[in-house]
């Protein structure tokens, strides 16, 4: 089983950057796909990107291609989310998931969630 810890999240400015981490622990991360979601405030959980596992194939969702980038380092056992040309409605707390199996773009059907890192971007 592995654990996750997502971090780098705050509150920025319309426009500006951010990266978020994701760090794994209890087994190693080039074992799992690997995706970024998040949730706004009432809303329900929306895919943002997902990797595979030696980071070769990407896919994002729609309103971050672009501005956001998926990558992996598996010997720091980490994977990131670089934000940029960030906007308000980027606001929300990002989560990321671990699964064995190669996940569809778009699925939530991971079996590992991290506890989520807030984002908030200001107009």
């Known amino acids: 089983q592995v654990q996750l810890v997502e971090s780098g999240g705050g509150l920025v400015q319309a426009g500006g950057s951010l990266r978020l981490s994701c760090a794994a622990s209890?087994?190693?991360?080039?074992?799992?796909?690997m995706g970024w979601f998040r949730q706004a405030a009432g809303k329900e959980r929306e895919f943002v990107a997902t990797?595979?596992?030696?980071?070769?194939?990407?896919s994002y969702g729609d309103p971050v291609k672009g501005r956001f980038t998926i990558s992996r380092d598996n010997a720091k056992n980490t994977v990131y989310l670089q934000m940029n040309s960030l906007k308000p409605d980027d606001t929300g707390v990002y989560y990321c998931?671990?699964?064995?199996?190669?996940?569809?773009?778009?699925?939530?059907?991971?079996?590992?969630w991290g506890q989520g890192t807030q984002v908030t971007v200001s107009s």
């Open positions: 990797i595979g596992w030696s980071g070769g194939s990407t």
């Open positions: 209890g087994r190693t991360l080039s074992s799992y796909y």
């Open positions: 998931a671990a699964d064995y199996r190669r996940r569809v773009a778009g699925s939530d059907d991971y079996a590992y």
